[in-house]
């Protein structure tokens, strides 16, 4: 079983990879006419916004929400997991940055005691994940903060 860190560095690895990318208007295509509908129709049975069914379609969706990728997968007969490397794949660097920035916040809250941590001082209640991870690696020495999972066994 992968674990949630694992998983999402196997979303994001395979979307910029060039794996399981699928081409989601070529698909739609397809499909409306194996099921003889038109676009306009398959937005109603889905009940999906016009503009942010294209926009996920096209590739252009910033945030798109689960629940509409999950329709459009359905419809599509299209693995989960396929359809979010794709959809993935077309985000800009700011969003692929907050996923990683989730990522690292999973990690420290995993690893670090941060309630007991900011009661001593080690981290100020302010301080938001950027400060946390470089914190961490200066008092460690690390260059990244998974140098830390391989180090200790136990929770800090």
Same mark, same amino acid.
């Given at each position: 079983?992968?674990?949630?860190?694992?998983? &999402?560095?196997?979303?994001?690895?395979?979307?910029?990879?060039?794996?399981?990318? &699928?081409?989601?208007?070529?698909?739609? +295509?397809?499909?409306?006419?194996? !099921?003889?509908?038109?676009?306009? $129709?398959?937005?109603?049975?889905?009940?999906?916004?016009?503009? @942010? *069914?294209? %926009?996920?379609?096209?590739?252009?969706? $910033? #945030?798109?929400?689960? &629940?509409?990728? &999950?329709?459009?997968?359905?419809?599509?007969?299209?693995?989960?997991?396929? =359809?979010?490397? @794709?959809?993935? /794949?077309? #985000?800009? /660097?700011?969003?692929?940055?907050? =996923?990683? $920035?989730?990522?690292?916040? /999973?990690? =420290?809250?995993?690893?670090? %005691?941060?309630?007991?941590? @900011? $009661? =001593?001082?080690? *981290?100020?209640?302010? +301080?938001?994940?950027?400060?946390?991870?470089?914190?961490?690696?200066?008092?460690?020495? !690390?260059? /990244?903060?998974?140098?830390?999972? @391989?180090?200790?066994?136990?929770?800090?």
């Amino acid at each position: 079983m992968i674990n949630e860190t694992s998983y &999402i560095q196997h979303l994001l690895t395979a979307a910029f990879s060039g794996e399981e990318i &699928i081409n989601l208007k070529e698909l739609l +295509d397809k499909k409306m006419l194996e !099921y003889d509908l038109s676009k306009t $129709k398959v937005i109603s049975l889905l009940d999906i916004d016009k503009n @942010t *069914f294209n %926009d996920i379609i096209n590739g252009n969706a $910033k #945030q798109p929400t689960l &629940i509409n990728v &999950i329709k459009i997968a359905e419809f599509l007969e299209v693995d989960h997991n396929k =359809i979010i490397n @794709t959809i993935i /794949s077309n #985000q800009n /660097s700011e969003n692929i940055g907050s =996923i990683e $920035k989730a990522r690292n916040a /999973s990690f =420290i809250a995993k690893n670090f %005691d941060i309630k007991k941590l @900011t $009661k =001593i001082g080690f *981290f100020q209640e302010s +301080d938001g994940i950027d400060f946390l991870i470089n914190r961490v690696l200066g008092f460690f020495d !690390y260059n /990244s903060i998974y140098e830390y999972e @391989t180090q200790l066994a136990i929770p800090l």
